[in-house]
């Protein structure tokens, strides 16, 4: 008998600051340091209250947890700007969630779920957070800013994304980075999230990219997908009809017949694309939305490797 996690109770009902707000304070607790340390974050980390000191400080929620007094450092505020961009075309929103699943067991809802994380452990630095979604137009733009107002707005947004599922959308996803990156004119961290499934057009999605970086802006890439069947493409041997889910264009076939060389085709373009993101110091974060999503993006978090 599986036993469900408050996390997984929380999803049930799609309450996206609740939580976000749990997965960032559970990750919090736990460490001594920051997870944006080394960014820009006016906290930059715990230490071991000694008497005599201030008590302006002490962590009174870590107290509770751990019954040791604790006080937060600081850092020199330096107000990051973050502009993060969600692919939010039909392909995002696979695979099709079946009703005992969390709403961020596809692309979307990682990206979705992702973004309040990271909004919410901006909002505690005080740091400005902005946020563009395209399909097959350019659907949302917001600014960066840092008040309460506009991250609830933010957070409205983001809802509302799980609330429609998008049948046979397509994107242009060169013109709309290109787009974005011609928005974005003070240094900013981007963090774009998508499947990058638009193969026929590789070169002209890596200038894209490359646009990105103009302005010595930093660029964080997380590649989402479901492993499974988008690059082990593992099905059982009864033939198939498959849908592209943007396009609606079908095929029927066996699986069989055509994995080998399927899974050299993506494994080929994959390399390409992380090596590409590594020339253009872009950091590149694949994710399988199979996995464990609080692993998935806390791993990310706590990389020792920063920005340069």
Same mark, same amino acid.
């Given at each position: 008998?599986?036993?469900?996690?408050?996390?997984?109770?929380?999803?049930?009902?799609?309450?996206?600051?609740?939580?976000?707000?749990?997965?960032?304070?559970?990750?919090?607790?736990?460490?001594?340091?920051?997870?944006?340390?080394?960014?820009?974050?006016?906290?930059?980390?715990?230490?071991?209250?000694?008497?005599?000191?201030?008590?302006?400080?002490?962590?009174?929620?870590?107290?509770?947890?751990?019954?040791?007094?604790?006080?937060?450092?600081?850092?020199?505020?330096?107000?990051?700007?973050?502009?993060?961009?969600?692919?939010?075309? +039909?392909?995002?929103?696979? =695979?099709?969630?079946?009703? @005992?699943?969390?709403?961020? &067991?596809?692309?979307?809802? /990682? #990206?979705?779920?992702?973004?309040?994380?990271?909004?919410?452990?901006?909002?505690?630095?005080?740091?400005?957070?902005?946020?563009?979604?395209?399909?097959?137009?350019?659907?949302?733009?917001?600014?960066?800013?840092?008040?309460?107002?506009?991250?609830?707005?933010?957070?409205?947004?983001?809802?509302?994304?799980?609330?429609?599922?998008?049948?046979?959308?397509?994107?242009?996803?060169?013109?709309?980075?290109?787009?974005?990156?011609?928005?974005?004119?003070?240094?900013?961290?981007?963090?774009?999230?998508?499947?990058?499934?638009?193969?026929?057009?590789?070169?002209?999605?890596?200038?894209?990219?490359?646009?990105?970086?103009?302005?010595?802006?930093?660029?964080?890439?997380?590649?989402?997908?479901?492993?499974?069947?988008?690059?082990?493409? +593992?099905?059982?041997?009864? =033939?198939?009809?498959?849908? @592209?889910?943007?396009?609606? &264009?079908?095929?029927?076939? /066996? #699986?069989?017949?055509?994995?080998?060389?399927?899974?050299?085709?993506?494994?080929?373009?994959?390399?390409?694309?992380?090596?590409?993101?590594?020339?253009?110091?872009?950091?590149?974060?694949?994710?399988?939305?199979?996995?464990?999503?609080?692993?998935?993006?806390?791993?990310?978090?706590?990389?020792?490797?920063?920005?340069?």
């Amino acid at each position: 008998m599986k036993i469900e996690t408050q996390l997984e109770k929380i999803a049930r009902f799609q309450h996206l600051e609740l939580l976000a707000n749990q997965i960032v304070e559970g990750f919090i607790s736990g460490m001594h340091q920051s997870p944006f340390h080394g960014f820009s974050a006016e906290f930059a980390e715990h230490k071991l209250y000694n008497a005599g000191e201030s008590t302006r400080h002490i962590d009174w929620k870590l107290f509770a947890k751990t019954d040791r007094l604790y006080t937060k450092r600081f850092e020199e505020e330096t107000n990051l700007r973050c502009h993060i961009i969600i692919d939010n075309s +039909s392909s995002m929103h696979y =695979p099709q969630l079946h009703s @005992d699943q969390n709403f961020y &067991e596809n692309k979307v809802g /990682f #990206s979705v779920l992702a973004t309040a994380v990271l909004m919410h452990l901006l909002k505690k630095q005080r740091d400005a957070v902005g946020l563009s979604l395209f399909s097959e137009t350019y659907e949302y733009y917001a600014p960066e800013k840092g008040s309460e107002r506009h991250h609830r707005m933010l957070l409205n947004q983001l809802e509302t994304i799980l609330k429609f599922r998008k049948k046979e959308v397509t994107t242009n996803t060169v013109s709309f980075l290109h787009q974005i990156a011609e928005k974005i004119h003070r240094r900013s961290m981007i963090v774009l999230f998508t499947d990058m499934f638009q193969l026929e057009e590789e070169a002209k999605l890596l200038d894209a990219l490359q646009h990105l970086r103009h302005n010595k802006h930093k660029v964080v890439l997380f590649h989402v997908i479901d492993r499974k069947t988008e690059y082990d493409f +593992s099905f059982d041997t009864t =033939p198939r009809k498959f849908v @592209d889910v943007e396009t609606g &264009e079908e095929v029927a076939l /066996f #699986s069989e017949n055509v994995k080998e060389a399927y899974e050299k085709s993506m494994q080929s373009y994959f390399k390409r694309l992380e090596l590409a993101c590594a020339q253009n110091r872009i950091r590149y974060v694949p994710v399988d939305v199979g996995e464990d999503f609080e692993k998935i993006l806390l791993t990310y978090l706590v990389e020792k490797q920063k920005f340069g």
